[in-house]
Structures are given as C-alpha cells and as structure tokens.
C-alpha cells in the first residue's frame, strides 16, 4: 500500500507519571444506553414510535437508570416518542431520560417542550470542537468556538429554567474529545461546569471518542490527564463515550474506567454508526467474569438478542462476545476434551474454572448443550460429552476413540456441522442397529440352579436361533450367566473365536423408560479387538446384544 504520508500518528499526549495501569476496576459504572439515539440512527430503516417504545421497556427491564431517548428537535417522530412516554407514563420514577440538543435556540427550546412533565430529564448538550471541525465545518478559531459554546451553554440555562418541576441534569459533551488538543478541551470543560453551574445533580462531561484514533493506553493517558488537571473536576460526573472504528472501543474504556471515568455510554452489542459504539453488554459481561456485578441484567441474553434483532432488523455476530451463536461452543477436539473433562470433575461450589470458557453459559441463559458442536475438527471429547449430556449414554473412555473416528469421518464426508440428533444417529447405526452378518432372531434362557444353601453354582442353558452371513444355526449352549452361555453358543458357529475382554454396562433413563446399556470389548485369537453396545430393557440381553454389535462392527 503505498500512502506517501498521507496518515499520520496519533499525537499522544507525554504523561511520564500515569496511575492508571495500577488501578483496578472496583465497581460498576454508571450506565447510560444510546441505543434510541446513537443506535436508532444508524439503523438502515430507523424504528418507528412503537418498536422504540418496546425498545424502550427493554431496556429498563434490563436495568439501565439512564436512557437517551432520542434528538427530540430533529424530527417529528423523535419529539412524538418522547412525548409518548411521557403522556403513557412509561418511564419508572427511578429512570433519567436523556435528550440530545445542539447550542441553537430553536433545538433548544423545541427539546424543552419534548421534555415537559418528565420527572428526570438529563439535558445533553454537545458541539464538535476539533481542529478539523473548526476549520472545516464551523470556519471559527479556538476562541471564536469557545465564545459560542459559552453562549449556548447560558442559552440553555436560562431555557431549562422553565421546567420547574423536572430533576435536571446538564451533559455536555466536547464532540471528537479524543481528536481535539487537551488543554482546549479543559479549557471549554472548565467553563461549561462554571457557567451551569452547582446545583442539585452534578454536571455530566461526556468525553466523546467519535471516532477512534488512537491506541488504548493513549486513551488512557488522555483521559488521566484531563481528569487530574480539570479545575472542576469535583463539581462533575466524568462519562465515555466510544466508538469502535479500530475495533478497540471496549478497550479504550476499559482503560478509560481505570483512568478515572466513572460513567459509560454506548448501545447493546455495539449496535452504531461505522464500526459501532462500545458494546455495553461486552464492557458489562467482562466485569462479571472478574467478580463485579455489573448491575445489569443479561441473565436471559438469548431472548434479548431475539428482541434485539427483531426491532432492530440488525443481525448479532455469531462470534460476538457472550452473545454471538458461537462463543460457547468448541469444534476442536482437544478444546472439546478439556472442556467435557471439566464440567465431570467439577462441582458445582467451585469458583468457575472450566477450560475456554470465560464464564458459565448457565449465568446468561444459554444452554450447556450449546458448548460442544460437532464438525470434522472435533475430537472424541466433544462426541463423548453430546453422547452423554444429549442422551444418556456414557461410554467407556477406552471406546472413545473408536467412536470419535467413526463420527469424525462422518462429518468430513457430509462437509457440515452436525446436530447432535445426527451425532446419536451415526452412533446408532454403527453399533445398536446392526443385524450383519449376525443377527438373532430367537433367543430363549434356562436358569438351572442348585439346592438353596448349596455348593452347586448357577449356570444358564441358552437356546438361540440366529443367521450368520446367511447360514442359519439353532444352537443351545451354557455357561455362568447368559451373556457367557451366548458367547459359548458363538463358538459352535463360524464366527471367529472371541473372548470378551472389557464389559461396562449403566442405566439410561427412568422409572418404567429405564434400559441397560453395555459396552463390551470382544478379542480375538489374533489379538485384534471390537467393541460392541447393546441397549435392551432387559440387563443380560444388553451383553448380548452388545457382543452382537461388537461382531457386526466395520469401520
């Protein structure tokens, strides 16, 4: 690429003594959802009154305490939701809407009357002050813009004064803080506090990073010092407001938390202009996965993505952090193995721990059996742990590879992701439908005991009727138990001599839906082996079903 200094470097600020990578997280921020304003505008069909108004009640279902509603002097149906909210009375007592307004007269005084009767109002209040923006959309100098802000900041006082009856709260934010030089932006900063203000609720300066630039640590940097040389900085709230252009927006506030931030805007998975604004719902997610509650509710994050999708006509990533499709599931088997592993060993008082995921699914309503998916990447863990969790069926651990293979290969001739409905189908026609070359048709027992209190040892005469690649045997042995007396009616067949070498058997189900499951590992003369699964109601047919399958096995 050749760009012949058309780019330059971000023009970080020198701050030689910075406290902010020492400092730690200790709480939530306050937070504050753009998602009707920010969010809303760059919808390619914005949401009408009614979606928004159940956009709306989501988001106080959620828990946000701060909502901006719109740019009520901008349109007709951004004024017409603010006033249905309010006329509906659908806005709880303890929720601030926030209404976004230039330093213009007109857009002012139309906001004031959107606002009227609300109970909490945060009056936000922004200008662009960049280099770029002075020179190329306002043609002022830093003191003709800083004169105008003045201006507008004493218009909007003396407005607001008319809502006598409303909580106010004054927000101003400095647009393209993060592209603008810092001491012009303290010194703006300074005077907004100053000419609003002290009164009941402090002053909310907005750092806006409207677009990204910068790295995060430069972030960082930028936001301590704007904090610790802000003559005012007791008199206000300090609130961010990221976007996402370099894909680091939940970085940059982060950094900008620990920097001295204690107030977030943004919208539900970064939903926004460009690249998006700071998703809240990952910044929000992350403090949990450390310990802090982030007072917010994702505890259902499949229905609210639903929800999301469904007013917003904008689709979730399926890799988007905690909510897309696929950032609990393992295709790769050593991930499968380690996860599958974990969740067995476990209990459930145990801080979480488990291998490749950062918190438990369970928390934010996702499903366990979302966790392992199958494709030809995976591995025996990921078939043992859908086998077991999906259907009840544990196979012993020498097994697995076996079974691991033969679904793996099913899934690299198919070329696709396998359901776990697919998954036990393929294990089902590999191992406990079979009836070739050996299938038994008639099977019938005689259990010959001795005198009660005897020496004499039990033993079972079995009679089978049975085809063997074709050939049909009538065939009455004995031995110790069933499974031994099948395995002697066998012998007197063509079949290979076998020995049975491994057996495990388990239940699967409950009450009257209750059946055995066996596993047994057959050798022959050779030393080669085969294993075989068997599942009847019966416990001794599931051997013998099971030595069956192990016969009738191919790879």
Known sequence: MQFAGKYKPYNAINLPSRDWPNAKIQKAPLWCSVDLRD???????PMGIEQKVDYFKMLVGIGFKQIEVGFPSSSDTEFEFVRTLIEQNLIPDDVAIQVLCPFREPFIKKTIDAVRGAKNVIFHAYTAISPAHRKYNFNKSKEEMFNFIKEGVGLVKKETAALKNTNLTFEFSPECFSQTEPDYSLKICDMVIQEWGKSKNKVIINLPVTVETSMPNQF?????????NLRARQDCVISLHNHNDRGEGVADCELGLLAGAERVEGCLFGNGERTGNLDIVNVALNLYSQGIEPNLDFTNIVELSETFTRLTGMEINPRLPYAGELVFTSFSGSH????NKAMKKRKN?????????IIDPHDIGREYQEIIRINSQSGKGGM???????????????????IGSQIKAAADRMQKELTPEEVY???????LNTKEPLNVLEITEKHIEGERGGSGEEHVAATATIEYFGKRYVITASGNGPLDAFVAVMRRTSAPVFNITSFHEHAIGSGSNTHAMAYVQITFEDGTSKWGVGKSSNVGRAGIAAVVSALNFEE
Do not use: C, R, T
């Not at 969010?39 to 069909?45: D, K, V």
């Not at 008082?349 to 995921?357: G, H, I």
């Not at 077991?388 to 097994?399: D, L, N, R, S």
């Open 336 to 339: 499968q193995d380690a996860i």
């Open 220 to 228: 960082a940097d930028l936001v301590e010092y704007f904090v610790k």
């Open 39 to 45: 969010g809303n505008q760059a919808l390619e069909i």
């Open 349 to 357: 008082s145990e801080s979480w721990d488990v291998p490749y995921l």
């Open 425 to 431: 189908n393929i294990f089902e026609e590999k191992w």
């Open 384 to 402: 043992a742990y859908i086998l077991e969790h999906e259907f009840g069926i544990v196979p012993p651990k020498a097994m697995l590879g076996i």
